[in-house]
C-alpha cells in the first residue's frame, strides 16, 4: 500500500515522523508525496498553542477530502491527540485511528489492527530507521523528549512528559548513520537541550556531547536549539568558542524581561541574569549571533513589564528574534490567572516589537555587506551560513557557481529584507 505522511508542528515532532515513515517503509509499504495517490495519509499533529490547534484540525478535514477518492485509511498521531483523543474521535468520525504520543510503543500494533496487514506486531519507532524528510544537507538529532521546567504557560510537559535524555553512546550511533549518509549539518534537538543528561548522569552533558560529535568525520557543522538561560554553563561557552565544527549560533527561548511576568511564568531567569548572559557571550565569542523567542499579553503584563521588554529589545538588538502572543491553553497554570490582557491589546504589542526588530534586523543585516561568509549550498543559488537555522532564519542567494551539498566561501554583496545575497569567491 502507498502511504503518505503530514508533519505539523516543531523539529522534535518532524523527528517522530521520519520514524514513522521509517517503520512503514521496513515493512515494505510505498512512501509517496502526493496525497492523491495515498492509500493511508497519516498526520502528526501539534498541540501546543490555539493556532496549532486549528492548523491540525483544518489539515485533517482537508486530508479526509481524499478518502472519497482513494485513500483508505486516515491515520491521526501527535500532540494534539495526546491532549484531546477522545473529543476528537467523537467530532472526526473520517479518521480511522487516533494514537497518542504515550501510546507510541504500541504504534504498529495499532496501525495492524487497522488495516489488517499482516506484519510483526513488536516493532517500535527507531531513531536509526528514520528516513530524513530535510533534504540533503542537514539532519535533525533529537537528544532528549519532554520537559521538567513547567511553565505556566505551556502545556509540553502534560503532553510529551517529563524530562528524558537519550544515551550518549546511542546519540553518537546516530550522528554517524547521518555522516555516512552525506549529512554536513547536524542540528542538535530537545525541548531543554541545555539540560541534557542530568536526569542520567547527575550533570549537564551537552558540551561534551557536542565535542564528541565533532570528531565525527564528515560533520561539518553542528548547532543546538532551544538553549535555556539559566543551564548555558561555562564549559558549553567555550565549548562553542573553541569548536570550529560548532555554528557560533544561540538560540535561547527568554520570553520575557520582566522580572514580575518571569516569575509569574515560572521560569528560572531573571532579567539581570538574562543581560549578563548576553554581554558574556558577545565578550566570550566574537560574532556570536544571538536568538530569541518573547511572548507578550501573559496574564497580568501591565503597560509598565511591556515597555521594560520594548527597552531591551531595542537595547539587546538580537540578530534573530521571533514573538508570539500568550495563548490560553487549558490544563496549563495560567489559564485561570487573573488579568487575562485584551486580545487586541496583545496583537498592538506584538505588533510593535516586531516593528521595531525589523529596523534592528535591518541594521545587523548592513553589517554583512563586505564579509566573507562560509556558505553551505542547498541548491542551485542558495544556501545557509552559520547564522541561519532551517525554515526559521533566512536564506543567502548566491551568484556565481556553487554546488549543492559543498561548502563555498561568499562576499556578502546586499540584502533583501531578512536574506542576504552574496557571490561565490571559492569552495570553502
Same mark, same amino acid.
Given at each position: 500500500?502507498?502511504?503518505?505522511?503530514?508533519?505539523?508542528?516543531?523539529?522534535?515532532?518532524?523527528?517522530?515522523?521520519?520514524?514513522?515513515?521509517?517503520?512503514? %517503509?521496513?515493512?515494505? !509499504?510505498?512512501?509517496?508525496?502526493?496525497?492523491?495517490?495515498?492509500?493511508?495519509?497519516?498526520?502528526?499533529?501539534?498541540?501546543?498553542?490555539?493556532?496549532?490547534?486549528?492548523?491540525?484540525?483544518?489539515?485533517?478535514?482537508?486530508?479526509?477530502?481524499?478518502?472519497?477518492?482513494?485513500? %483508505?485509511?486516515?491515520?491521526?498521531?501527535?500532540?494534539?491527540?495526546?491532549?484531546?483523543?477522545?473529543?476528537?474521535?467523537?467530532?472526526?468520525?473520517?479518521?480511522?485511528?487516533?494514537?497518542?504520543?504515550?501510546?507510541?510503543?504500541?504504534?504498529?500494533?495499532?496501525?495492524?489492527?487497522?488495516?489488517?496487514?499482516?506484519?510483526?506486531?513488536?516493532?517500535?519507532?527507531?531513531?536509526?530507521?528514520?528516513?530524513?524528510?530535510?533534504?540533503?544537507?542537514?539532519?535533525?538529532?533529537?537528544?532528549?523528549?519532554?520537559?521538567?521546567?513547567?511553565?505556566?504557560?505551556?502545556?509540553?510537559?502534560?503532553?510529551?512528559?517529563?524530562?528524558?535524555?537519550?544515551?550518549?553512546?546511542?546519540?553518537?550511533?546516530?550522528?554517524?548513520?547521518?555522516?555516512? %549518509?552525506?549529512?554536513?549539518?547536524?542540528?542538535?534537538?530537545?525541548?531543554?537541550?541545555?539540560? *541534557?543528561?542530568?536526569?542520567?548522569?547527575?550533570?549537564?552533558?551537552?558540551?561534551?556531547?557536542?565535542?564528541?560529535?565533532?570528531?565525527?568525520?564528515?560533520?561539518?557543522?553542528?548547532? !543546538?536549539?532551544?538553549?535555556?538561560? $539559566?543551564?548555558?554553563?561555562?564549559?558549553?561557552?567555550? +565549548?562553542?568558542?573553541?569548536?570550529?565544527?560548532?555554528?557560533?549560533?544561540?538560540?535561547?527561548?527568554?520570553?520575557?524581561?520582566?522580572?514580575?511576568?518571569?516569575?509569574?511564568?515560572?521560569?528560572?531567569?531573571?532579567?539581570?541574569?538574562?543581560?549578563?548572559?548576553?554581554?558574556?557571550?558577545?565578550?566570550?565569542?566574537?560574532?556570536?549571533?544571538?536568538?530569541?523567542?518573547?511572548?507578550?499579553?501573559?496574564?497580568?503584563?501591565? +503597560?509598565?513589564?511591556?515597555? $521594560?521588554? *520594548?527597552? !531591551?529589545?531595542?537595547?539587546?538588538?538580537?540578530?534573530?528574534?521571533?514573538?508570539?502572543?500568550?495563548?490560553?491553553?487549558?490544563?496549563?497554570?495560567?489559564?485561570?490567572?487573573?488579568?487575562?490582557?485584551?486580545?487586541?491589546?496583545?496583537?498592538?504589542?506584538?505588533?510593535?516589537?516586531?516593528?521595531?526588530?525589523?529596523?534592528?534586523?535591518?541594521?545587523?543585516?548592513?553589517?554583512?555587506?563586505?564579509?566573507?561568509? %562560509?556558505?553551505?549550498? +542547498?541548491?542551485?543559488?542558495?544556501?545557509?551560513?552559520?547564522?541561519?537555522?532551517?525554515?526559521?532564519?533566512?536564506?543567502?542567494?548566491?551568484?556565481?557557481?556553487?554546488?549543492?551539498?559543498?561548502?563555498?566561501?561568499?562576499?556578502?554583496?546586499?540584502?533583501?529584507?531578512?536574506?542576504?545575497?552574496?557571490?561565490?569567491?571559492?569552495?570553502?
Amino acid at each position: 500500500m502507498k502511504v503518505g505522511f503530514v508533519s505539523l508542528g516543531c523539529s522534535k515532532n518532524l523527528v517522530d515522523t521520519e520514524m514513522m515513515i521509517g517503520l512503514f %517503509k521496513k515493512n515494505n !509499504f510505498e512512501i509517496v508525496n502526493n496525497p492523491k495517490e495515498a492509500e493511508i495519509i497519516v498526520i502528526n499533529t501539534c498541540g501546543f498553542i490555539e493556532s496549532a490547534k486549528e492548523e491540525a484540525i483544518n489539515t485533517i478535514l482537508e486530508m479526509a477530502e481524499y478518502k472519497k477518492e482513494n485513500c %483508505k485509511y486516515l491515520i491521526v498521531t501527535g500532540c494534539l491527540v495526546e491532549r484531546y483523543k477522545e473529543d476528537l474521535i467523537k467530532s472526526l468520525p473520517e479518521v480511522d485511528l487516533f494514537v497518542k504520543f504515550s501510546e507510541y510503543n504500541s504504534l504498529w500494533e495499532q496501525i495492524e489492527n487497522v488495516i489488517n496487514h499482516n506484519n510483526q506486531k513488536d516493532e517500535k519507532l527507531d531513531f536509526l530507521n528514520r528516513v530524513i524528510s530535510t533534504g540533503t544537507n542537514y539532519a535533525y538529532i533529537r537528544i532528549a523528549e519532554g520537559c521538567n521546567n513547567f511553565c505556566t504557560f505551556c502545556a509540553i510537559p502534560y503532553i510529551r512528559g517529563r524530562f528524558t535524555s537519550r544515551k550518549i553512546e546511542d546519540i553518537l550511533e546516530e550522528a554517524k548513520m547521518l555522516a555516512k %549518509k552525506g549529512y554536513k549539518e547536524l542540528i542538535i534537538i530537545a525541548q531543554d537541550t541545555t539540560k *541534557y543528561g542530568t536526569d542520567i548522569y547527575g550533570k549537564p552533558r551537552l558540551a561534551e556531547l557536542l565535542h564528541e560529535i565533532s570528531k565525527i568525520d564528515g560533520i561539518e557543522w553542528i548547532r !543546538f536549539l532551544y538553549a535555556y538561560p $539559566e543551564t548555558i554553563t561555562d564549559e558549553l561557552i567555550e +565549548e562553542v568558542k573553541n569548536n570550529d565544527k560548532i555554528c557560533k549560533y544561540f538560540d535561547i527561548p527568554m520570553q520575557h524581561i520582566s522580572d514580575r511576568i518571569l516569575k509569574k511564568m515560572n521560569r528560572k531567569s531573571t532579567g539581570e541574569s538574562i543581560r549578563k548572559l548576553i554581554t558574556k557571550l558577545r565578550e566570550k565569542i566574537p560574532n556570536v549571533v544571538i536568538r530569541s523567542t518573547l511572548m507578550v499579553g501573559f496574564p497580568g503584563e501591565t +503597560e509598565e513589564d511591556f515597555e $521594560e521588554l *520594548y527597552e !531591551f529589545v531595542k537595547w539587546a538588538k538580537l540578530d534573530k528574534l521571533g514573538c508570539f502572543t500568550y495563548s490560553k491553553e487549558e490544563g496549563t497554570a495560567a489559564f485561570n490567572m487573573e488579568n487575562q490582557v485584551h486580545p487586541m491589546t496583545k496583537k498592538k504589542r506584538y505588533n510593535k516589537i516586531m516593528a521595531l526588530q525589523q529596523k534592528i534586523s535591518e541594521e545587523n543585516m548592513k553589517k554583512h555587506i563586505g564579509k566573507t561568509l %562560509k556558505v553551505l549550498v +542547498e541548491e542551485p543559488g542558495v544556501g545557509r551560513t552559520y547564522m541561519d537555522v532551517p525554515d526559521i532564519d533566512g536564506v543567502i542567494y548566491i551568484e556565481g557557481n556553487a554546488k549543492q551539498n559543498t561548502f563555498v566561501n561568499c562576499k556578502v554583496t546586499g540584502f533583501k529584507e531578512y536574506d542576504l545575497i552574496g557571490k561565490v569567491i571559492v569552495e570553502a
